[in-house]
């Protein structure tokens, strides 16, 4: 049954999300007995001596016992990552924390919109870097974070920059931002499985006796462990995709205003360039490439083009086409955008004009 209106979107993407997250553990299996399969075929596991199918059903009872391995090292790993995950991602990615008195403007649009939602007020992180994007994490209430970089801040205006932090907070009111944090722990658990692998392949000798059937246990091996790798990223991207645009629609709901959204969309078009690993780039308000071509085939998120249409259909937008960024005029300095930490107090000129009125 299609959803119909934002409240079903959102039901839906959260069921949606759910089941995918479900299958996780589920490839870990598969993938584990792949593993084994190829451990088998190395000589690095000792086969039975026998048949190809005798060989293939010790790996089928050996998960009697690895599975449960297997899944209790995942357990340490995601309860480390559970509670350390914001760490992790301000290491990775350069941000830090800021209060109301270093950024008061962008801190007062935050809580404002938080308000308007009766909930508490994320916590406000910035990463110092001219790329354009934000991001919102944490896995429960007090622990939410909502984090945009220098070079958003200083290319939007109020209303562009309002409605990218109400498209993050939307991502904490559906609580697909918790989502998103635990796909990426198991997605960094099946990644450390495949660099294990690949450093099997390469650097084994072989361990045990020769096996008779090493090369069909291998290439049988890689083909379900290629699978589960592939299937696991299909997962993440279909979690990523969804999600981004009823986040979009959500931060309409939230302030009233499309067109903000859509400008906002068109100038981070290209411009969203932040180093930081593929797990933590799912959780980001847009990631390179920009979804054109066979590169969007594999994107983590839908391109611009489709979300700025979508909006322009769904909510009644505007959208004022690519955007160009004005020219800076050569000074004694860096120059600082309206919401930097230096610079003129009021927003530079931009082709949507100083402010975007809502639609009605």
């Not at 792949?34 to 059903?57: A, F, K, P, R």
């Not at 870097?129 to 290319?155: I, K, P």
């Not at 600082?336 to 009021?346: E, N, R, V």
């Amino acid at each position: 049954m299609a959803a119909v209106g934002l409240k079903t979107h959102i039901w839906a993407n959260n069921t949606r999300s759910a089941l995918l997250l479900a299958g996780f553990p589920l490839l870990l299996v598969g993938i584990l007995y792949g593993v084994q399969l190829i451990l088998m075929g190395l000589g690095i596991i000792e086969g039975t001596g026998g048949s190809l199918g005798d060989d293939m059903s010790l790996a089928g009872e050996m998960l009697g016992w690895t599975v449960p391995m297997a899944f209790t090292i995942a357990a340490i790993w995601f309860a480390i990552a559970y509670f350390g995950s914001q760490t992790m991602i301000d290491v990775i990615t350069g941000a830090r924390k800021v209060e109301r008195k270093v950024e008061p403007e962008l801190y007062n649009l935050l809580e404002n919109l938080a308000i308007s939602r009766g909930m508490k007020t994320p916590t406000l992180r910035i990463i110092e870097t001219d790329g354009m994007n934000a991001y919102a994490s944490g896995l429960h209430e007090g622990r939410y974070s909502v984090t945009v970089t220098r070079g958003l801040m200083q290319a939007m205006n109020r209303d562009e920059l309002e409605a990218v932090l109400a498209h993050e907070l939307t991502h904490v009111i559906n609580k697909d931002v918790r989502t998103m944090v635990i796909a990426s722990i198991f997605a960094g658990i099946i990644s450390v499985i495949a660099e294990l692998v690949v450093r099997g392949l390469f650097f084994s000798r072989g361990g045990g006796r020769d096996n008779k059937n090493a090369g069909p246990l291998i290439l049988i091996g890689i083909a379900i462990a290629a699978i589960g790798f592939g299937l696991a990223i299909v997962i993440r991207m279909m979690l990523s995709r969804t999600r981004e645009y009823v986040a979009d629609a959500g931060s309409v709901e939230l302030t009233k205003n499309p067109d903000a959204m859509i400008a906002a969309l068109r100038k981070i078009e290209g411009r969203s360039n932040v180093r930081a690993p593929d797990e933590v780039q799912l959780m980001f308000l847009d990631n390179q490439p920009d979804g054109r071509g066979l590169e969007g085939l594999f994107a983590t998120h839908p391109s611009i083009d489709k979300r700025v249409a979508a909006l322009v259909k769904f909510t009644g937008g505007r959208d004022p086409g690519p955007w160009q960024a004005p020219v800076q005029d050569a000074g004694p300095g860096p120059a600082a955008g309206p919401w930097g930490s230096s610079g003129p107090a009021t927003p530079p000129p931009s082709p949507f004009g100083t402010s975007v009125p809502p639609s009605r």
